[in-house]
């Protein structure tokens, strides 16, 4: 095995911190109080005390409710502000004659029809796709990996996709518009905030049978 380089060093600190905050809170956290990078620099400041084992210098007593009040006056804030882009979002998708609206509440637009066979819920699939939220902003990507399709079972996923991706055949294409209740609710996951509407386009490559 050949020896890391002193960049590499660096860089293999800094990959366990990012693996370790990644699958912590803490994307969700900054997702919901929108912090600024001056807020992110003390936040890792009392990070670093925890990992030290140190102790804040002043008594987290005397901020008590105060310091909560704070925090959720923050998340209040973005929630309204949040929740009125997704209506934005949706109005207008709803304008758009070329969507279809289903039952549940999924909007959806098919780019590409492709093959005659679909998947059923029971189905396992490989699909490429990215995930944007309604800012614009992409929260997850096969593009960031290759493009390699990600496989998955249609019955393990969000309701919004296991109802979409029957929709189209191997090789075809669709955009679908999940509103909050059948995509990932009022908590949120990771980067997605609570209450979000979502936005996927998906190309289906694979079906399999259920494993």
Known sequence: MKPLTPDQVKQAWTMLGFSIASQSPMPQVNSQLELTDEEIELFLAGVRQA?????????????????DAMFQERVNAKAGKWGKQNDEFLAKIDAD???????SGLRYKIL????????????????????????????????????EPTEFPLSGVIPAWTEGVQLIGVGGKIVLYCPSAIAYGDQGQGPIPGKSVLEFEVELVEISKAK
């Not at 004659?97 to 039952?103: G, I, L, W």
Request: glycine share 10%.
């Open 112 to 147: 590409a029809a492709g093959s005659d066979v679909k998947p059923t819920a029971a189905s396992t699939v490989k699909c490429r796709y990215e995930g944007k939220l309604v800012d614009g902003k992409v929260f997850d990507s096969t593009k960031t990996r290759n493009n």
């Open 97 to 103: 004659k070329s969507v279809t609206k289903t039952a």
């Open 51 to 67: 990992m030290r084992g140190e102790k804040p210098k002043f008594n987290p007593a005397e901020l008590g409710e105060g310091a």
